[in-house]
């Protein structure tokens, strides 16, 4: 019994770290349509971003 409910406690666990690795990429995926979205074509975006990306030491 003990060793059953501790399977238990692990799936969830996994199931757990699942869930925030789906709401993660999600989110991430959320801002880049936001980013795309936001410069008129997603070039400017890209642009913006090597600019950004030079001027940090």
Known sequence: MQNQLH???M???EHAI????I???????EQNRI???A???PQ???THGQ???FSNP
Do not use: K, N, V, Y
């Open 35 to 37: 980013a795309q979205t």
């Open 7 to 9: 399977t238990q406690m």
């Open 23 to 29: 709401l993660e990429a999600q989110r991430q995926f």
């Open 51 to 53: 600019t950004m990306a």
């Open 18 to 21: 699942e869930q925030q690795r």
């Open 11 to 13: 799936l969830e666990q």
């Open 39 to 41: 410069g008129s074509t």
């Open 44 to 46: 400017t975006a890209s």
